[in-house]
C-alpha cells in the first residue's frame, strides 16, 4: 500500500541548479497537487493538476514548473534553484467528482530541499 | 487570496490537559477539513465538516464548523502524548476547486 511516493527525500543544491521532484500515486486518483511548506505558514499550492493533461497555477509558482506525466506521476522541476525556495515539498492526491470537497488529499512524505 | 489563521501558533501543555485550537477565516468555505501531521511525514486527514453548525467527535477530539462556514475549531479532551504534532485546518473553495491551509498549530503533549 504505497499511496503517494515522493522521492528523494533529501537534497541538497547549490543557487543556479536545476531539480525535478518526483511525485506518483497509485490510487487511481484524478487530481494532483504540489505544495510546499515553511515554519508558521502551512502549506501553500505551488501548482495542480486536476485531472491527467492539465495543470493549473497555485498560490506562489514563480520558480516552479510542473508535468502531469500520466494519471500516475506528476513532477515538480526547479530551472534555476535560489536560497527562497528551500522548504519542504510535499505530493498529494486526491478523486475529483461530485462530492470532491469532502475527498482527502493524501500526502507523500515530503522532500526537504536546502539550497545554498 | 483567501487566508486562514490559526491560533495558538504552539501549544506545550501536560498529559490531561484539555485544549482548544481555532481556524479563522473572512471567507466561507463549502467544506472544512482538518489534518494533523507527524514529524518527517506528510498531512493525514482527521476529519471533514461540510453544514455550518456542524460537530463531529472522533474519540477525544471534538470538530465544530462554523454556523457562517468560516471558522471551526478542534477540541481535545484529557490530551496524551499520542496527540503531539502539527495541526491544520484546511478549507475548501469550491469555485476555485483547491484547498487553502491554515497556518498550523503545533501541540506538544507531555507525560
Known amino acids: 500500500n504505497a499511496g503517494v511516493t515522493q522521492t528523494p527525500k533529501f537534497q541538497v543544491l547549490k543557487t543556479g541548479q536545476s531539480m525535478t521532484l518526483q511525485c506518483a500515486q497509485d490510487?487511481?486518483?484524478?487530481?494532483m497537487y504540489w505544495y510546499r511548506q515553511d515554519p508558521g505558514m502551512g502549506l501553500r499550492l505551488i501548482y495542480y493538476?486536476?485531472?491527467?493533461?492539465?495543470?493549473d497555477k497555485g498560490e506562489v509558482p514563480n520558480g516552479y514548473n510542473v508535468s502531469r506525466l500520466n494519471k500516475r506521476e506528476f513532477s515538480l522541476r526547479l530551472e534555476s534553484a535560489a536560497p527562497s525556495q528551500t522548504s519542504v515539498y510535499f505530493c498529494?492526491?486526491?478523486?475529483?467528482?461530485?462530492?470532491?470537497?469532502?475527498?482527502?488529499?493524501?500526502f507523500g512524505d515530503g522532500t526537504r530541499l536546502s539550497i545554498l | 487570496t483567501q487566508l486562514l489563521e490559526q491560533s495558538p501558533q504552539f501549544l506545550s501543555i501536560q498529559e490531561g490537559e484539555n485544549l482548544t485550537v481555532y481556524c479563522n477565516s473572512s471567507?466561507?468555505?463549502?467544506?472544512l477539513q482538518w489534518y494533523r501531521q507527524e514529524p518527517g511525514e506528510g498531512p493525514v486527514l482527521l476529519v471533514t465538516?461540510?453544514?455550518?453548525?456542524e460537530v463531529k467527535k472522533l474519540k477525544r477530539l471534538t470538530f465544530q464548523f462554523g454556523d457562517a462556514r468560516k471558522d471551526s475549531s478542534l477540541h481535545i479532551t484529557a490530551a496524551q502524548p499520542g496527540d503531539t504534532g502539527l495541526y491544520l485546518c484546511?478549507?475548501?473553495?469550491?469555485?476555485?476547486?483547491?484547498?487553502?491551509f491554515g497556518t498550523g498549530t503545533r501541540l506538544l503533549v507531555s507525560p
Open positions: 484546511a478549507g475548501l473553495n469550491t469555485g476555485f476547486q483547491k484547498l487553502v
Open positions: 465538516v461540510v453544514t455550518g453548525g
Open positions: 493538476s486536476a485531472s491527467e493533461g492539465t495543470t
Open positions: 471567507s466561507v468555505f463549502s467544506s
Open positions: 490510487m487511481n486518483h484524478n487530481s
Open positions: 498529494a492526491s486526491s478523486e475529483f467528482g461530485r462530492s470532491w470537497g469532502n475527498q482527502p488529499q493524501h
